[in-house]
């Protein structure tokens, strides 16, 4: 994906704008499906969240490429639809992740290994780093808010990465925190409902412009 001149015409910023919202929709399904196999068979409840997430984020990419078709203005009504449903399932993801971790620490169960979870997490905080830049980058061409508040999404996939990264890294180096991979799943959680309730809000503005309300 070569990124356009910063001298580029309108159509070649929204052919790279289209260009990254696919590329995050593939990503996305290949990391939910991975991270969600490798959790389930691994015993691994924050590995398993953040892959079901993956799928939730699919959405405001989803949303981006609807924005793009023709270059032409949103659809305020079906946006703020659409955005309150990625909300809610992201506050219903939170409440499971939360009480699956709260279980999964009352009767002190724990993934063999984090290692998946290790290399997922390294893998996407890679990734949507590039995706956050250059959907930033092109928003700015653009000045297109739906496609700065798609670029705060992915910064925020960075951001459950990151707490992904720790939980499993803990626990590979020390086996002893068994409790490791259901503190992440709680830290997970809190994300989970934090970006829910931001997206619900941001929904409810009158210049809401789609996204996932993280900005």
Same mark, same amino acid.
């Given at each position: 994906?070569?990124?356009?001149q910063?001298?580029? +015409?309108?159509?070649?910023?929204?052919?790279?704008a289209r260009?990254?919202?696919? /590329?995050?929709?593939?990503?996305?399904? $290949?990391e939910?499906?991975v991270?969600?196999? /490798?959790? &389930?068979?691994? #015993?691994?409840l924050?590995l398993?969240?953040?892959?079901?997430?993956s799928f939730?984020?699919v959405? +405001?990419a989803?949303?981006? $490429?609807?924005?793009?078709?023709?270059?032409?203005?949103?659809?305020?009504?079906?946006?703020?639809?659409?955005?309150?449903?990625?909300?809610?399932m992201?506050?219903?993801l939170?409440?499971?992740?939360a009480?699956?971790?709260?279980?999964?620490?009352?009767g002190?169960?724990?993934p063999?290994?984090?290692?998946?979870?290790?290399l997922?997490?390294?893998?996407?905080?890679?990734?949507?780093?590039?995706? &956050?830049?250059?959907?930033?980058?092109?928003?700015?061409?653009l000045?297109? #808010?739906?496609?700065?508040?798609?670029?705060?999404? +992915?910064?925020?996939?960075?951001?459950?990465s990151a707490?992904?990264?720790?939980?499993s890294?803990?626990? =590979?180096?020390?086996? #002893?925190l &068994?409790?490791?991979?259901?503190?992440?799943? =709680?830290? $997970? +959680?809190g994300?989970?409902?934090?970006e829910?309730?931001?997206?619900l809000?941001?929904a409810g503005?009158? #210049?809401?412009?789609g996204?996932c309300g993280?900005h």
């Amino acid at each position: 994906m070569t990124r356009p001149q910063a001298s580029a +015409s309108r159509p070649d910023w929204v052919a790279y704008a289209r260009r990254l919202a696919v /590329f995050t929709v593939a990503f996305n399904v $290949l990391e939910g499906l991975v991270s969600m196999g /490798f959790g &389930w068979a691994g #015993g691994s409840l924050s590995l398993f969240g953040f892959g079901a997430d993956s799928f939730i984020e699919v959405g +405001s990419a989803l949303l981006i $490429l609807w924005r793009l078709r023709n270059d032409a203005p949103g659809q305020p009504g079906r946006e703020r639809a659409a955005a309150k449903g990625v909300g809610w399932m992201l506050l219903a993801l939170g409440l499971g992740t939360a009480a699956g971790a709260l279980l999964q620490l009352a009767g002190r169960h724990h993934p063999e290994t984090t290692l998946p979870g290790l290399l997922v997490s390294v893998l996407s905080i890679g990734f949507m780093i590039f995706l &956050w830049s250059e959907k930033a980058r092109a928003g700015k061409a653009l000045a297109s #808010g739906a496609v700065l508040a798609d670029a705060a999404c +992915s910064l925020a996939c960075v951001q459950l990465s990151a707490v992904l990264f720790a939980g499993s890294l803990a626990y =590979l180096l020390v086996p #002893g925190l &068994w409790w490791a991979d259901a503190g992440a799943a =709680l830290a $997970l +959680s809190g994300c989970f409902g934090k970006e829910g309730l931001a997206t619900l809000r941001a929904a409810g503005k009158p #210049g809401f412009e789609g996204g996932c309300g993280c900005h």
